[in-house]
Each structure stands twice: as C-alpha cells, then as structure tokens.
C-alpha cells in the first residue's frame, strides 16, 4: 500500500483491515473509529517512507514489523497504537507524541 498526499485510510468495518508493507510518499492519517460492534482494527505491514502520520478514532493501529521510515513525527489522538516490533515506527529519528491515547510498546526481552 502506498500513502499519497493528503491520504486518509478510515476503518469502521467489524472485521478491521489489514495492509502488508506500506510505504508513505506524503503524510498521512489512520482513522480508526470504534465501530459500533467492537473497537475496530488496523494492522500495518513494515512501514518506510520519510513523513509523518496521525492516528486518530477509539480504533487499534498494529504494528508489528520493524520499519524504514525515518524523521518527522506520528501523532495518536486517540485510541491505542500497539507496537510489537522496538523499531515498528521506524528509525530512532521518529518521534511519536500520544494524546488522549495508550500506547503498547514491544519489549525488548534481551534488555540491558
């Protein structure tokens, strides 16, 4: 999956999405709405690109592969991001600032 320009993916289905890698090529956001039956979910494949995205909606984001994407940051307004892999979001140079949200963070089980 490709992100464009002003791209938005929105999911209220019962039955969540799920994209393999995506590669972003403009910012981006994720709406994840509680649909109504449930909190509905979005899982993300590896993801690489160099902008940043919004995730909004009481909805879940997965993500679980290690990504490319490097700088700017990924905002979660709400809803809970869930990580499984320490690098999901991409390099070091990504940031992510959380606001009424839960983040679940992978962890690191060799730890230091």
């Known amino acids: 999956m490709i992100f464009g320009a002003g791209a ?10 799920t994209f393999g890698n995506t590669t972003m ?3 981006a956001g994720i709406d994840v709405a ?3 039956t ?3 979910t979005v899982t993300i494949g590896a993801l690489a690109g160099a902008f940043g995205f ?3 909606g009481a909805g879940l984001l997965v993500m679980n592969t290690a990504g ?3 700088g700017n940051r990924t905002d979660i307004n709400g809803g809970t991001l869930s990580l499984g892999n320490l690098n999901a979001l ?3 140079a990504a940031s992510a600032y959380l606001s009424g949200a839960t983040l679940r963070p992978a962890v690191d089980a060799g730890g230091t």
């Not at 938005?8 to 999405?17: E, F, I, K």
């Open 68 to 70: 490319t994407r490097s």
């Open 25 to 27: 090529s403009a910012a």
């Open 38 to 40: 449930g909190i509905g």
């Open 34 to 36: 509680n649909n109504g």
């Open 54 to 56: 919004t995730k909004s």
């Open 8 to 17: 938005n993916v929105t999911s209220d289905t019962a039955y969540g999405l």
């Open 90 to 92: 991409g390099t070091a």
